[in-house]
């Protein structure tokens, strides 16, 4: 049994999704504006985490990712400037290469980890006309009103309004009267926003010409491609008291009743106990990892080793610790992979069991982690390893990728594979060919790859 915990009644709940053959899952992706960083990241390798976790239990998945290319402001609550408009000022590129651009490093990104990807990847852009259905239909409800500068959503309209992060809508403090803006509440929040024209992305609309809000953006593609009852919806804590509360408002709104039976949470990354910032130099994508040292997939263990409901502090002392219990994990599988001896068939059910208790007490990776630790140190036996790669089904951390991910490569090595990588880039072959057959006296086999290459032992 399958257990998670519910960011809107705030319990663990037993997971009865409303088709047992079919889960239903949407996932909040990522605004395409700039470098994804790791706190990003963290957010990706839960619901890579979840998506594995319920397959594991046998689920098959719908699910849906957004590509947020238009209409995400610099302030989640609807003020400032849309953030593709501002990256493409700064980059002198037009928004719609921005998001290109973006949008590849961004999968770039999840394909080190891993990340097992919902069967949707939807794009914004490409959804803005059935936006404004969405929005002529909570008009037609009466939810709406028009300002100056966009169409508001009017939250005290919608009664159950802040269900999920329990806000308080006469909680002055946190809503921030905003003078002269005329929304009838602070909280209220735009469905569709007129822009100047010199914004280049813009549409016509039955309002006038501007960008849908950035929240309407998920109601739309998850009530499209899911459908009126969603089993799950995924997204990082920030986004919990106003991004979902707003499409909570929107759904339920538009459709007469609750849409999302579990909304699910993850917590922040921080790092040396702080916010990450540009400012603070303490800011890092998973390149500026690699270039220290540690792969993505050091990164995902570093995690997994703690529950997603619970802040994590990232430290370089932290990520040495994950690198070098992930490598230790792979080298000791190895002894288990060269050795036929059995084990018995009751102690490797017993493991199975404990780890499925584990992944199943809301997706407890910790605990998952430490049973594998303990069945790493039974005898040596392929049974074991096999049972670790099945474990590895829920993580993705490629524990069978002894040769490629781990082995230590002199710098000697190192240095002559960067000169023909550099040779090979100046179509100098003969120079390229020599340096491969120096590497291989010296013992190592240098396997081109599409945008390097790979070291082997001989
Ligand atoms: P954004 O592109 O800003 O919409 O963010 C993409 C995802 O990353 C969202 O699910 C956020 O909640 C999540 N996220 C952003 N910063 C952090 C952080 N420091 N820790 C964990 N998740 C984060
Ligand atoms: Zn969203």
Redesign the pocket.
């Known amino acids: 049994m399958l257990k998670i915990y519910n960011s809107l009644t705030n319990k663990k709940e037993e997971f009865k999704p409303y088709n047992s053959k079919m889960v239903t899952m949407y996932?909040?992706?990522?605004?395409?504006?700039n470098y994804?960083?790791?706190?990003?990241?963290?957010?990706?390798i839960f619901m890579d985490n979840l998506r594995r976790i319920l397959k594991y239990n046998g689920y098959n998945i719908n699910g849906v990712m957004n590509i947020?290319d238009v209409g995400?402001l610099t302030s989640d609550a609807d003020t400032g400037e849309d953030k593709m408009e501002l990256a493409s000022k700064r980059e002198k590129k037009s928004p719609y290469e921005i998001a290109e651009y973006y949008t590849k490093i961004f999968f770039d990104n999840l394909q080190k980890l891993n990340i097992d990807l919902p069967n949707h990847i939807v794009k914004a852009t490409d959804y803005v006309d059935k936006m404004i259905n969405f929005v002529k239909i909570l008009e037609e409800k009466g939810y709406t009103y028009k300002l100056e500068d966009g169409i508001y959503f009017d939250i005290k309209k919608f009664k159950n309004y802040g269900k999920l992060s329990n806000k308080d809508l006469n909680d002055i403090g946190i809503a921030r009267i905003e003078e002269n803006t005329g929304k009838h509440h602070p909280f209220d929040f735009a469905l569709w926003k007129f822009v100047p024209d010199n914004h280049i992305m813009k549409w016509d609309s039955p309002w006038g010409i501007g960008c849908p809000g950035w929240h309407i953006e998920c109601s739309t593609m998850s009530n499209d491609l899911l459908g009126e009852n969603i089993d799950i919806h995924?997204?990082?804590?920030?986004?919990k008291t106003v991004?979902h509360e707003n499409e909570i408002a929107q759904n339920d709104c538009a459709i007469g009743h609750s849409v999302v039976k579990y909304w699910l949470?993850?917590?922040?990354?921080?790092v040396n106990g702080g916010?990450?910032s540009k400012s603070l130099g303490n800011f890092y994508t998973l390149d500026d990892l690699e270039k220290i040292g540690y792969s993505s997939l050091d990164f995902k263990y570093f995690c997994l080793n703690s529950h997603y409901r619970k802040p994590i502090n990232f430290t370089l002392d932290a990520i040495e610790s994950a690198k070098i219990a992930r490598q230790n994990l792979i080298k000791i599988l190895q002894n288990h992979k060269n050795s036929s001896t059995k084990i018995d068939s009751k102690i490797l059910s017993d493991y199975k069991q404990k780890f499925l208790e584990a992944i199943n007490d809301d997706l407890n990776t910790p605990l998952a982690l430490g049973i594998l630790w303990t069945l790493i140190k039974e005898e040596n036996s392929i049974d074991v390893y096999n049972l670790a790669l099945d474990f590895d089904k829920v993580f993705g951390l490629d524990l069978d990728k002894y040769e490629e991910k781990i082995l230590e490569i002199p710098d000697e090595i190192k240095e002559l594979s960067e000169k023909r990588l550099q040779a090979k880039k100046d179509k100098n072959f003969k120079l390229a060919d020599e340096l491969r057959d120096q590497i291989l006296n010296k013992g190592y086999i240098i396997e081109d790859k599409k945008d390097g290459y790979v070291l082997k032992k001989v």
Do not use: E, W
Not at 234 to 239: A, E, Q, V, Y
Not at 265 to 270: G, I, K, V
């Open positions: 996932s909040c992706g990522p605004t395409v504006y994804p960083h790791i706190g990003n990241m963290r957010a990706y947020t995400h995924t997204g990082g804590i920030d986004h991004h949470h993850c917590d922040y990354l921080q916010k990450m």
